[in-house]
């Protein structure tokens, strides 16, 4: 699932942003009052972009889960950021003379609601809404963007998740990142996303050998794949090219081993590595349109929010801009409704 990319630097471009969002809800469905909720976050989103960071980027992506959809809005910037998040959220405060009712309207429209910001560093405002009701809670919250090179009309990675709940959950989490970018890149990591959705029954092993098999007739593509045993804490990973993928914890980060080779063509070697995972752990896996060194323990209690956060966050700041960008996160649900 690819997510829509829409800078914002001035009023018009605010417009247009309400504009993209209202024709994804309507082509999702949604009712005409849904789809002006999604409208009205995405233009307060962006308004705020424009009168407080000056600059910004607004992702768009479409939510999907038990036959329920809905429209995620992700507001980024490199602003100057909130001193005091509590107080910005009051209706009537304002420091750009405004109405001062931007943030406090978009949480009340939505179904899900976070925003994380640093003096100096930016802000990073998460909307959720859904096209009738909140879809049922899973026991991982998991956030994606996913976005082609710049000019380019299609992304040439993909991913995918399993939640297999029950006595023994079992979550998967993969990313494909097929060779180069544009159609043909995208062909290979659609292919590998399919052939995960379609074997997810086979252990992982196999599973990445099938898809192996299945991308030989395309250009090939890095692929990783990390299934999460939560009873048991432990987390499995199988990864083939360039796929940086993490476990990180507010005391650390424990990066994962992935082999050498590109699915479909070479792959002189399959080997699956065993992790740790608690309570406190996230998932972090990334394409390679994101620079190596990213790292988390910059941004003090970003891990307490909804992962859709961090995932935006560490694009806004470590995306390379020479390549289609994905970064995958996923976390424990949050047991009680987030600030």
Not at 2 to 27: C, M, P, Y
Not at 89 to 108: F, H, I, V
Not at 159 to 174: C, H, I, K, N, Q
Not at 304 to 311: D, G, K, N, Q, R
């Amino acid at each position: 699932m690819s997510t829509t990319a829409l800078s914002v630097t001035e009023s018009s471009q605010a417009g247009h942003a309400r504009r993209t969002a209202a024709s994804l809800a309507e082509r999702l469905g949604f009712k005409e009052e849904a789809a002006g909720r999604v409208a009205l976050v995405t233009s307060e989103a962006a308004k705020n972009l424009v009168a407080h960071a000056r600059e910004g980027i607004i992702l768009l992506r479409r939510l999907q889960t038990d036959g329920h959809v809905g429209v995620e809005v992700l507001a980024l910037d490199k602003g100057p950021g909130m001193a005091d998040v509590a107080r910005c959220m009051q209706d009537g405060y304002t420091t750009a003379g405004t109405g001062g009712s931007g943030l406090g309207a978009m949480r009340r429209m939505s179904s899900t609601f976070d925003i994380y910001s640093q003096v100096g560093g930016g802000t990073a405002v998460l909307a959720q809404v859904w096209a009738d009701k909140p879809a049922p809670a899973d026991r991982m919250d998991v956030g994606a963007v996913c976005v082609p090179l710049p000019g380019e009309e299609v992304c040439g990675d993909a991913w995918s998740v399993d939640l297999t709940e029950g006595a023994a959950p079992r979550y998967r989490f993969f990313v494909a990142d097929g060779l180069g970018h544009g159609p043909d890149a995208a062909r290979a990591s659609r292919a590998a996303v399919v052939s995960f959705q379609e074997l997810t029954g086979q252990d992982a092993a196999s599973l990445i050998r099938g898809a192996h098999e299945e991308l030989r007739s395309t250009r090939g593509a890095a692929v990783a794949l990390a299934e999460l045993h939560p009873r048991d804490g432990r987390l499995e990973f199988v990864g083939v090219g360039n796929i940086t993928a993490a476990v990180v914890t507010p005391t650390g980060i424990q990066r994962m081993v992935s082999m050498n080779g590109t699915l479909g063509h070479q792959m002189m070697r399959l080997q699956s590595f065993s992790y740790t995972w608690g309570p406190e752990s996230r998932l972090v896996m990334c394409s390679d349109g994101l620079a190596t060194q990213w790292r988390v323990d910059r941004y003090p209690g970003l891990l307490a929010h909804h992962p859709a956060l961090l995932a935006g966050v560490l694009y806004r700041d470590f995306c390379r801009g020479r390549d289609d960008a994905t970064v995958l996160v996923a976390a424990p649900a949050a047991g009680t409704a987030r600030p």
